[in-house]
């Protein structure tokens, strides 16, 4: 079974506004990943954040966690044309998520 | 240095057909992953080995798909008797060691069609 589930499915922008995307989860984790998939292309990490900490920075990705909610959310700030990709979450078990469809217009 | 390498790029087979897919991690890996995923779908999990060992194979359908990785290093997806349900992007990954405390590193991913 999929263990992070991300919503919403689908979400379109305009270029130079913030995304957020989330990601729930059934059972307690230790750590948790998000990586992003262009279309045609593999999958690339961006960020991993552990159970014992509740935000974290990379560039303009901001990722909180929320042990008590079971929850997680990725936000893009300025986003960009070329941050058009699906973003997935994944937890202790390396299960994935459906993901979420990001589309920004330029 | 050299990322993860999946051959073939492209499978096309006859359903009933075997089908091996090979992996190359990064050299001095010890966790490896296979993920198949079809359109619009995410990865679907199937089994990943710490060093030589199937330490999780709770993912794989059933017994028509067997994995190994006999020296730790390259892994082969084996497929028998394929049926066209089978037909997907299966994808590799490796990272130092297993766990989601490690960043895992894809390869491009073999897509196999089943005709």
């Known amino acids: 079974s999929q263990q992070g589930e991300e919503d919403p499915q689908a979400l379109s922008i305009q270029e130079g506004e913030n995304a957020t995307m989330n990601c729930s989860y059934k059972?307690?984790?230790?750590?948790l990943q998000w990586y992003r998939q262009n279309s045609g292309r593999g999958l690339v990490h961006l960020i991993l954040i552990r159970s014992n900490e509740r935000e974290k920075h990379s560039g303009r990705l901001r990722v909180t966690l929320d042990t008590s909610k079971k929850s997680s959310s990725l936000l893009i700030t300025a986003s960009r044309a070329a941050d058009t990709a699906s973003y997935f979450c994944?937890?202790?078990?390396?299960?994935f998520g459906a993901g979420t469809r990001l589309t920004v217009k330029p | 240095g050299a990322g993860v390498s999946q051959t073939p790029s492209n499978k096309v087979t006859e359903k009933g057909k075997y089908v091996e897919l090979r992996c190359d991690p990064i050299?001095?890996?010890?966790?490896l992953y296979w993920y198949r995923q079809s359109l619009g779908q995410g990865p679907e999990f199937l089994i990943y080995?710490?060093?030589?060992?199937?330490?999780?194979d709770s993912g794989l359908p059933n017994d028509r798909f067997f994995a190994v990785r006999p020296e730790g290093s390259v892994s082969t997806l084996k497929i028998q008797r394929t049926e066209r349900g089978d037909s997907a992007v299966y994808l590799c990954?490796?990272?130092?060691?297993?766990?989601?405390?490690?960043?895992?590193?894809f390869g491009p991913g073999t897509r196999l069609t089943v005709t």
């Open positions: 994944a937890k202790d078990d390396m299960r």
């Open positions: 059972t307690s984790i230790n750590n």
């Open positions: 080995f710490q060093g030589t060992g199937a330490a999780d």
């Open positions: 050299s001095g890996h010890t966790a």
């Open positions: 990954a490796s990272s130092l060691e297993s766990g989601t405390a490690y960043e895992q590193y």
